[in-house]
């Protein structure tokens, strides 16, 4: 049983697209989160929700928008894609905000 | 900014030798510090955490280390194997959310 789980696994798309990554963790926490991971494998965290709603707004762009329609699932939606978006994005959960963070599998993003 | 850990140094290390993964924190009022291992392809996994009321903690082969003067967090591996190569993150909690470390890619040789 996937604990955190996350759609698709790789996505190439073009500049100018949008797109959309999707998460789900079946551990009934109360937060998720989504990190970027770039090339040199820095994690750096960009949202976080708490009962679908949100807490942490890092210095992201705006084409970046995250939903929760329950407390089970945070997507990430992405606007008008550029190279720079190029990454691993990775999904995670925790029962509270104090607490350790579940990783799903993470979605590899080429933008070309 | 503030920053936690180091820029991705390697370590290197003999099959059936200790390894020691050390990481460096800067904000003195977190109280919750996870490290977590992430093989290639794949999420990062958690492998230990200490809270700050303690300094030492141990685990299945692993032994983290706080240090609060120096602000320094240390994982130790005890017979290190070829399944334990990975790139390991020091993360640590300040009340709302885990801040990363650089990580530390640990390599060992058969």
């Known amino acids: 049983d996937t604990a955190v789980s996350q759609t698709p696994k790789y996505l190439v798309t073009q500049m100018g697209n949008d797109k959309s990554i999707k998460c789900e963790q079946n551990?009934?926490?109360?937060?998720m989160y989504w990190y970027k991971q770039d090339s040199k494998k820095f994690l750096k965290i960009m949202f976080s929700?708490?009962?679908?709603?949100?807490?942490i707004n890092e210095t992201v762009p705006n084409r970046f928008s995250p939903k929760s329609p329950d407390k089970a699932h945070l997507n990430l939606h992405i606007n008008s894609l550029e190279l720079g978006d190029s990454a691993v994005y990775f999904c995670?959960?925790?029962?509270?905000?104090?607490?350790?963070?579940?990783f799903g599998q993470g979605t590899r993003l080429t933008v070309v | 900014g503030e920053s936690v850990g180091l820029h991705l140094p390697t370590l290197s290390v003999q099959e059936g030798d200790n390894s020691i993964i050390n990481c460096a924190y800067s904000?003195?009022?977190?109280?919750?510090f996870i490290w977590y291992k992430q093989e290639s392809g794949k999420g990062p996994q958690f492998i230990i955490d200490?809270?700050?009321?303690?300094d030492k903690r141990q685990g299945q082969r692993v032994t983290v280390l706080l240090n609060k003067t120096v602000k320094h967090l240390s994982l130790q591996i005890a017979a290190t194997q070829p399944g334990d190569s990975a790139v390991y993150f020091c993360?640590?909690?300040?009340?709302?959310?885990?801040?990363f470390g650089g990580g530390t890619r640990l390599m060992v040789k058969p």
């Open positions: 995670a959960s925790s029962q509270d905000r104090q607490g350790r963070a579940f």
């Open positions: 551990l009934g926490h109360d937060t």
């Open positions: 929700y708490n009962n679908k709603e949100l807490i």
């Open positions: 904000n003195s009022a977190s109280d919750y």
């Open positions: 200490i809270r700050s009321n303690m």
């Open positions: 993360a640590e909690n300040r009340g709302n959310m885990l801040t």
